[in-house]
């Protein structure tokens, strides 16, 4: 059995691409570029220390 190399290998890009997950990363990724362009402050080191704090502490209540 043969397989095309060029096509398994986009595979796994294009279930990304489809995939809510990368959907949700992608709107909140565009929704802090956004933020950080209209109030110039947004990606401050206390910022992304704040919101790395509250990810850490939803993951830790997710995994139980």
Same mark, same amino acid.
């Given at each position: 059995? +043969?397989? =095309?190399? +060029?096509? *398994? !290998? !986009? +595979?796994?890009? *294009?279930?990304?691409? +489809?995939s809510t997950t990368f959907a %949700?990363?992608?709107?909140?990724?565009?929704?802090?570029? %956004? /933020?950080h362009v209209v109030t110039g !402050?947004?990606? *401050?080191?206390? =910022?992304?220390s704040t919101v790395i704090r509250?990810? *850490?502490?939803?993951?830790? /209540?997710?995994?139980?």
């Open positions: 059995m +043969k397989t =095309n190399s +060029k096509l *398994s !290998n !986009n +595979k796994p890009i *294009s279930e990304l691409f +489809k %949700v990363l992608l709107i909140t990724v565009l929704i802090a570029v %956004v /933020v !402050n947004f990606f *401050s080191s206390y =910022n992304v509250q990810i *850490s502490f939803i993951a830790i /209540v997710s995994f139980g």
